[in-house]
């Protein structure tokens, strides 16, 4: 019944944003933005623009997945199906847990596969494009963790979007240091295993608690 249930909510979710192509462009669209702007309004050297491209390529995935943020769980919000899930037979979490997963599949997945066109505005090496892709695997489905936690908790407010950025932020960072510093260490020859048994480490707890406190805080916004 579970699995039914997961995949139920699955297609329901990609349906949905089938039907506004328009709003599934957007996080990827921002991304190659914010890539062009930085790559307009520095001073042109590729030696320059190098060294801060795995930076720049992270935020702007982390951007990118914060603009979809909001909308996580408030349409289901003003349309009463999380009322519904409260009801439903499936545990909340599995439910919550689905819904950060096709956040993930909408939001970060096409940055990640247009990080080879966002490394080539950015000079960014050939040999440093798997550890980018790597990195980014790793650490943006705990940005999507994290910010399920935080789109939980300010689901009961009309107008979230600036206090939901200043509560995610601050949560974003480590993830950011170290997915990006893993990309910069080998791009210096050194060893980014430890960056990314952190940020594997981060993902699996992310995995059991995110869900389960993201149901909690929906509970509570509900009542």
Do not use: C
């Amino acid at each position: 019944m579970i699995m039914a249930a997961i995949r139920a909510q699955v297609v329901r979710d990609l349906t949905l944003l089938w039907r506004k192509r328009g709003d599934a462009l957007q996080p990827v669209l921002f991304a190659l933005l914010v890539v062009v702007v930085f790559a307009l309004a520095s001073d042109g050297n590729p030696a320059h623009l190098r060294t801060v491209a795995p930076a720049v390529v992270w935020v702007a995935a982390l951007l990118a997945g914060l603009l979809a943020l909001d909308a996580m769980f408030r349409g289901d919000a003003e349309d009463g199906s999380l009322e519904q899930w409260l009801l439903s037979p499936v545990p909340l979490p599995v439910l919550v847990g689905t819904r950060v997963l096709t956040h993930w599949l909408t939001t970060a997945l096409p940055v990640i596969v247009s990080v080879p066109l966002l490394g080539e505005l950015l000079n960014l090496p050939h040999a440093a494009l798997p550890v980018v892709m790597g990195s980014l695997l790793l650490g943006t489905p705990l940005l999507s963790l994290l910010g399920a936690v935080v789109a939980a908790l300010t689901v009961g407010l009309r107008r979230a979007g600036m206090l939901l950025a200043l509560l995610a932020l601050p949560l974003y960072v480590p993830v950011l240091v170290f997915g990006a510093g893993s990309v910069a260490a080998s791009m210096q020859g050194l060893d980014y295993t430890g960056a990314w048994l952190l940020l594997g480490a981060g993902l699996v707890l992310g995995s059991v608690l995110a869900p389960v406190v993201a149901a909690a805080a929906i509970r509570i916004g509900l009542r």
